[in-house]
């Protein structure tokens, strides 16, 4: 994969700042709590989380496999913390609270999401970066592994952030 310069230069968040984000991401948003989505780790230019299979998130009864949904809504979710983050990463000179308020304008433009293989597993690995962060919008590639690592989907999508 060829070298690509980030979109902001490597920083080093505050803990305010990461508990702010996990608590929004994870608790204050009511669909990510219910979808299980918990955050495993944060860069300025990745993020990335998990979701832990249960009977509820089936899509094929028979196979037990992950409904497509979930999956969706999974990568747009991760996608909107991507640009989060790289918000919080580009106004490194607010106050981690300053940061936090960035998001309250933050929404889905457009999505895409690619099912390459069927979601069945224990749990599922998620990562996401921005590949542009603008003025007023922002771009994101996101991916959804298996448990054994495998790639089952991918995703793209547009957020507004102002």
Known sequence: ?????????????????????????????????????????ITATQVKARIEMRNELVGHYAYNRIHGGVISASLDALGGLAVMVALGARHMDESPQQRLQRFAKLGTIDLRVDYLRPGIGDWFDLRAEVMRLGSRVASTRMEFFGADGKLLSTGSAAYIVS
């Open 1 to 41: 994969m060829p070298h690509r310069t980030p979109l902001v230069p490597e920083v080093v968040f505050e803990d305010e700042f990461i508990d702010g984000v996990k608590k929004i991401f994870e608790e204050m948003i009511v669909f990510n709590r219910m979808l299980g989505l918990k955050i495993t780790a």
